[in-house]
């Protein structure tokens, strides 16, 4: 029994193990079957999962683009705001002294710098536009035509045409400009504004020491400028010109601002503290007038700088008003001593290329003058005053100026190989 047991037992497992391979056949066909299945479900969920994934990217792609390229562009119009059933665009921030435009221009806005410059009102004084000011001032700006002799030739006086321009200050007919515009002038005459004949013009007095002169033509009931106060200018102001450019164009118009105050420029061996400006100013401008937002004349334009633009300069009313009235009044400024003479440096270039000493060359000498009377000549070279070495006519000048009328001083000066001393008396400025 036992051994039968045993014997079938192997048997049995024999069978066993032929069922278990059996079993094990089917079992492994089975599991073929539902893992095709599987294989199918996941790569169907691995589709579909790419799809969502796909249209999820997608969307956030378009999204990404719409808010990154489209809405910005959208954000930054102007706000708009309904009203009843249509929309109005809301008004902009405008720059101060802009005015709206209404031309119906893209930008709705335009700036102007005469607006901006333009000082506002200030107690009884209405700051006016540019086109009132040009009304105001223009009626009293006049064009100048001086004949100038500049030497002889073969016995024969040479006369030129200056131009320039001036502003008249009273209703009989006064009338400043420069002086460098009539100096040396035998004659002058006037234009005037509305009318195209010169009228003659007598040259009350000059001063080369501010480079203002004053005319007067026999007129009456003339239109004149109001002076202003050039002391209360500030940087960045309106600053409108007027006058006779290129003397052929009476009664331009230019616009811009005071660019500075004081500057300190040397012009031909003279030294002047001006007004800067880039109201365009050129040959022809000098003696014209300077005025501030108010019509009010605040300098007198004499120079501007050739190698660059916007750069003029101006001479300060207030630094000569009483050099004005001086004129008026006495024909020239009383207080001031003079040479009466008319100088130019000698720079070491100029020294060696004719053998000179360094110095200020004398051109021109009034014989009525305190130089003259002392024996002053043309063509004499100035090289020390009491004793200080003269370098520049600047530096004439200074020494100049810090005597009175009646003080003596000593020139010593370069005449033909020979050197003298030569003691002159200075006399007050006059109008001979």
Same mark, same amino acid.
């Given at each position: 029994?036992?051994?039968?047991?045993?014997?079938?037992?192997?048997?049995?497992?024999?069978?066993?193990?032929?069922?278990?391979?059996?079993?094990?056949?089917?079992?492994?066909?089975?599991?073929?079957?539902?893992?095709?299945?599987?294989?199918?479900?996941?790569?169907?969920?691995?589709?579909?999962?790419?799809?969502?994934?796909?249209?999820?990217?997608?969307?956030?792609?378009?999204?990404?683009?719409?808010?990154?390229?489209?809405?910005?562009?959208?954000?930054?119009?102007?706000?708009?705001?309904?009203?009843?059933?249509?929309?109005?665009?809301?008004?902009?921030?405008?720059?101060?002294?802009?005015?709206?435009?209404?031309?119906?221009?893209?930008?709705?806005?335009?700036?102007?710098?005469?607006?901006?410059?333009?000082?506002?009102?200030?107690?009884?004084?209405?700051?006016?536009?540019?086109?009132?000011?040009?009304?105001?001032?223009?009626?009293?700006?006049?064009?100048?035509?001086?004949?100038?002799?500049?030497?002889?030739?073969?016995?024969?006086?040479?006369?030129?045409?200056?131009?320039?321009?001036?502003?008249?200050?009273?209703?009989?007919?006064?009338?400043?400009?420069?002086?460098?515009?009539?100096?040396?002038?035998?004659?002058?005459?006037?234009?005037?504004?509305? @009318?195209?004949?010169?009228?003659?013009?007598?040259?009350?007095?000059?001063?080369?020491?501010?480079?203002?002169?004053?005319?007067?033509?026999?007129?009456?009931?003339?239109?004149?400028?109001?002076?202003?106060?050039?002391?209360?200018?500030?940087?960045?102001?309106?600053?409108?010109?007027?006058?006779?450019?290129?003397?052929?164009?009476?009664?331009?118009?230019?616009?811009?601002?005071?660019?500075?105050?004081?500057?300190?420029?040397?012009?031909?061996?003279?030294?002047?503290?001006?007004?800067?400006?880039?109201?365009?100013?050129?040959?022809?401008?000098?003696?014209?007038?300077?005025?501030?937002?108010?019509? @009010?004349?605040?300098?007198?334009?004499?120079?501007?700088?050739? @190698?660059?633009?916007?750069?003029?300069?101006?001479?300060?009313?207030?630094?000569?008003?009483?050099?004005?009235?001086?004129?008026?009044?006495?024909?020239?400024?009383?207080?001031?001593?003079?040479?009466?003479?008319?100088?130019?440096?000698?720079?070491?270039?100029?020294?060696?290329?004719?053998?000179?000493?360094?110095?200020?060359?004398?051109?021109?000498?009034?014989?009525?003058?305190?130089?003259?009377?002392?024996?002053?000549?043309?063509?004499?070279?100035?090289?020390?005053?009491?004793?200080?070495?003269?370098?520049?006519?600047?530096?004439?000048? @200074?020494?100049?100026?810090?005597?009175?009328?009646?003080?003596?001083?000593?020139?010593?000066?370069?005449?033909?190989?020979?050197?003298?001393?030569?003691?002159?008396?200075?006399?007050?400025?006059?109008?001979?």
């Amino acid at each position: 029994m036992d051994t039968l047991t045993h014997g079938n037992q192997p048997s049995a497992q024999k069978t066993k193990k032929v069922n278990v391979k059996a079993l094990g056949g089917l079992w492994g066909r089975s599991n073929n079957k539902r893992g095709a299945w599987k294989t199918s479900s996941i790569v169907l969920t691995i589709i579909g999962a790419t799809l969502v994934a796909a249209l999820v990217i997608g969307s956030a792609s378009l999204m990404f683009v719409f808010f990154r390229f489209v809405r910005p562009s959208s954000q930054t119009a102007i706000p708009t705001q309904t009203v009843g059933t249509t929309q109005k665009e809301t008004a902009a921030p405008t720059l101060a002294g802009s005015t709206e435009d209404t031309s119906g221009t893209s930008s709705g806005k335009h700036f102007s710098v005469s607006d901006a410059a333009t000082l506002p009102d200030a107690g009884s004084k209405k700051a006016l536009s540019t086109t009132e000011i040009a009304s105001k001032v223009g009626p009293a700006t006049v064009s100048i035509l001086a004949e100038v002799s500049y030497g002889s030739v073969n016995g024969s006086q040479q006369v030129a045409e200056a131009s320039g321009s001036g502003f008249i200050v009273s209703a009989d007919g006064y009338i400043v400009t420069n002086n460098h515009v009539i100096e040396g002038a035998t004659s002058a005459k006037v234009i005037v504004p509305g @009318e195209t004949d010169p009228i003659d013009a007598v040259i009350i007095g000059t001063d080369a020491t501010t480079d203002i002169a004053v005319l007067k033509i026999a007129r009456t009931n003339l239109t004149f400028v109001t002076l202003g106060d050039s002391d209360s200018l500030q940087v960045g102001e309106l600053a409108v010109a007027i006058g006779n450019p290129f003397g052929e164009l009476a009664g331009s118009v230019t616009v811009g601002v005071i660019s500075a105050l004081d500057r300190e420029i040397s012009i031909n061996g003279s030294s002047y503290n001006l007004l800067q400006t880039d109201a365009s100013i050129n040959a022809g401008n000098s003696g014209g007038p300077l005025v501030n937002s108010y019509g @009010e004349v605040v300098g007198v334009t004499n120079a501007k700088v050739s @190698e660059g633009e916007g750069i003029g300069f101006a001479i300060p009313i207030n630094d000569v008003k009483t050099v004005i009235e001086d004129l008026v009044n006495n024909g020239f400024v009383s207080g001031r001593p003079t040479l009466g003479i008319g100088v130019v440096t000698v720079d070491q270039t100029t020294a060696d290329q004719y053998g000179w000493p360094i110095g200020a060359y004398v051109r021109q000498v009034d014989p009525n003058s305190a130089a003259g009377k002392a024996g002053i000549q043309v063509g004499d070279i100035i090289t020390k005053i009491d004793g200080t070495d003269i370098t520049t006519t600047e530096q004439l000048v @200074e020494i100049k100026n810090s005597h009175k009328v009646g003080d003596s001083i000593t020139m010593t000066v370069e005449r033909n190989g020979a050197t003298l001393e030569i003691t002159i008396v200075l006399q007050e400025a006059s109008a001979t």
